[in-house]
C-alpha cells in the first residue's frame, strides 16, 4: 500500500541540508518516533550494507522520486527507524558523497508522513506540521540549516506548449524562494488572496534583463484576470505589497526585492539584481510592510463587485 505525500502547505521547510553525515545525526531530534524510513537511490555497498541490516518486511510504500535511470542502477529501501540506523548512516556516510548515499529520502509514523524530501542535499527538506516547530527549529540549529513556512505558491505556471507560444518560463530556485519568502510575510488575510491568485495564473514572463518575473492568466486564449477570483481592496491602482532585504546563500550581497500588485491582482516580483539560477537557502533580513498605505485589510477585502 502506497502511503500519502505531504501537502506542501501544511509543511515547515528546512533549507541548507547539505551533508548527510550532519542530516542523519540530527534526525532523532527531529523525529524521535519515527517507524519507517524509505530511501530511494544508487547508495555505495558500504550504505546498503547498513540498510540491509535495518531492512523490514514491508514494500516500498513512499512516493516515487525516479522513474527511470540509466543504467539501471537506482533501487529502493524499506527500513525501520532508529536512533541506531540514523547513527549508523552518519558515521557511514563521513567516507561517502551525497549521491552515494540516496537521492530521496522519506520518514514517516506508521503510514503518516512526518518528512518528505525529493533531490535529497540540493532541495529543501518538508517536514510535516504536526511535528512542532521547537522541535524542527532544534534539528535546523544543530545542523545549520534554516526554518521556514514552505510556500503555498506553485512553481510551474501553465504547460510547455503555453510557455512556448507566449514566452513563458518556470521558476528558477532561488526566483521560487524569494516569492515564497516574501508572500510569507504577508497579514493572513493578504496571504490568502495573493496565493489564490497566483495558483489560478497560468504563465509567467520573465523580462530581458531577468530583474522582474510577471504573471498572468489566460482563459480561451485571451487574459482572464481574476474577476472570479478573490481580489486585493486596492486604494490606488497600483501598489507595492511587500519590499525585502534578503540574504542568498553563497552571494556575499544581500538581493532586494519586491512584490506588487495592480488592480486587484498580484502581478510582479522584481529584484534588484538577476537572481541565480542554482538552488538556494534563502533568508529574509528586512522587510517594509507597502501595502499598509495602499490595501485595505479585513472585511473589505473580498471579490471586486
Partial sequence: ????????????RVSGVRTAKNFFRALSILVPDATHMFLEGSPDPDIETVLTDAA????????VGTIWSWPAKNRRFSVRASPELFARLSEA???????????????????????????AFLEPLLVSKSVARERVQQ??????????????????????????????TTLSDTEHAVLCSLVNT???????????????YNLVQREIDSRALNFYRFKNGSPAFTDDLPQLHMKTEESPLIRATLSVEGEPEP????????????????????????ARSVRI????????????VGPSVGRVE
Fill in 186 to 200: 504577508l497579514p493572513p488575510d493578504l496571504r490568502t488572496i495573493v496565493t489564490t491568485q497566483f495558483n489560478s
Fill in 139 to 168: 534539528f535546523a540549529s544543530a545542523i545549520g540549516a534554516t526554518l521556514s513556512e514552505a510556500c503555498a505558491v506553485k512553481r510551474q505556471f501553465g504547460g510547455p506548449v503555453r510557455r512556448l507560444l507566449r514566452g513563458g
Fill in 285 to 296: 533580513l528586512e522587510t517594509e510592510q507597502s501595502w499598509r498605505s495602499s490595501i485595505v
Fill in 56 to 63: 523490514d518486511e514491508a514494500d516500498y510504500a513512499a512516493p
Fill in 255 to 278: 538581493l532586494h526585492a519586491v512584490l506588487a500588485a495592480v488592480r486587484g491582482r498580484v502581478f510582479c516580483v522584481s529584484f534588484s539584481r538577476a537572481p541565480s539560477g542554482a
Fill in 93 to 119: 556516510s563521513s567516507n561517502h558523497a551525497e549521491p552515494e548515499i540516496c537521492d530521496h529520502v522519506h520518514l514517516y509514523r506508521d503510514q503518516e508522513a512526518l518528512v518528505q524530501w525529493f533531490d
Fill in 1 to 12: 500500500m502506497s502511503h500519502g505525500m505531504l501537502d506542501e502547505s501544511q509543511c515547515w
